[in-house]
Nanobody, 113 residues
Framework: QVRLVESGGGLVQAGGSLRLSCAAS????????MAWYRQAPGKQREFVAQIGTGGDTYYANSVKARFTISRENAKNTVYLQMDGLKPEDTAVYYC???????WGQGTQVTVSS
């Protein structure tokens, strides 16, 4: 059974930083690409970043150069380092294995102006 647990969200001022973590279980982590998505109030869930099994990374244009996705296979964990946060980054952030349909519970990120 696939399980994803996100953590690290919180309230931060504009320009600040947060580091999100997502611990995965029930999958062969090293063989799966992992991604972060986010959903702001009243909006559809949107892609944020993805990291492949070989470490190749992809970012939404809105977060490029501010966010960094990374993974630690020994801990079955994917991270999202978020710098230069903006109020428009406020959302619930979710991680997902690209090979499965399971979502975690998400972690709330709120950026105040």
């Amino acid at each position: 059974q696939v399980r994803l647990v996100e953590s690290g969200g919180g309230l931060v001022q504009a320009g600040g930083s947060l580091r999100l973590s997502c611990a995965a279980s029930g999958i062969i982590f090293s063989r799966n690409a992992m991604a972060w998505y986010r959903q702001a109030p009243g909006k559809q869930r949107e892609f944020v970043a993805q990291i492949g099994t070989g470490g190749d990374t992809y970012y939404a244009n809105s977060v490029k150069a501010r966010f960094t996705i990374s993974r630690e296979n020994a801990k079955n964990t994917v991270y999202l380092q978020m710098d230069g946060l903006k109020p428009e980054d406020t959302a619930v952030y979710y991680c997902k294995s690209t090979g499965y349909s399971t979502w975690g519970q998400g972690t709330q990120v709120t950026v105040s102006s």
